[in-house]
């Protein structure tokens, strides 16, 4: 049977029309996949800036991101953080040491104070002076809110890697987020995160406690601390509990102790 010719020619429209479709299809698919591995480049990027004093200072300056508590609210921890303090029973003496490491606009300072029945000297660290600004004028506004007349702050412009600070200082040195974004430096992450540690460390008593706020695996981040301490020739004990953020996301706190405290 002979097929017209006007027929043989839709069908050879049809088959050159469902060519360039497939052709269509496949370009978008790669397009997708070209714009994905971009977007997850710039992702990378831009976590890798948070080891950045320039991303902090900017993110700091603009006044949107001035009630926005990096990591954790401080209401969602702060309990946590007093209960482990009140079990350090060997502490006796005029008021508690605390370091904020890089402590941004975070609002736990406010709630210790607030909380806390006992004098506090509390130290905010942070190499942006706007988050150190910031401090001062949410402590100072705090004034007769303290829970204890006899506490009061400090605030300084440092480098969480090089404490400007004799060792055996600090009761309770406070690391909130400060370790997770040191770690996301391109090339020197993990050296970055173990200077913060052994810093933080350093500056502790025998008898203190650092305590990390991290969105890392628990397994991850203890892995990480027993690498620092076994490379260091250090013992401490390592506990964590987690807590859940406003938005139901899972955060660890981790309370790291000397195994011998004196």
Known sequence: ?????????????????????????????????????????????????????????????????????????????VSHIWQEIQSMKHISKSHLDILDLGCGFSNVSKRLLQLSDEPIHYVCLDFASEALAFQKQSLTSLGLGCNHRNSFGSFIVGDCRHLPFKKNTFDVVLDKGTTDSVMKHKTDGLKFAESTVIEGLRALKHSGILVQITDEEPDCRSLFLESVFRNNGMQFDIKYRFVCDDFGIEKNIFFIRNKKPS
């Not at 839709?10 to 060519?19: C, G, N």
């Not at 710039?42 to 926005?68: C, G, I, P, Q, V």
């Open 1 to 77: 049977m002979l097929i017209p010719v006007s027929r043989c020619l839709r069908t050879v429209k049809a088959l050159e029309y469902a060519k360039q479709m497939k052709a269509n299809k496949q370009n978008e698919v790669t397009k997708r996949a070209v714009i994905a591995s971009v977007n997850t480049r710039s992702l990378t990027n831009k976590w890798s800036d948070l080891s950045s004093k320039l991303f902090w200072e900017k993110r700091y300056a603009n006044s949107m991101h001035a009630d926005f508590d990096w990591l954790v609210d401080g209401d969602t921890i």
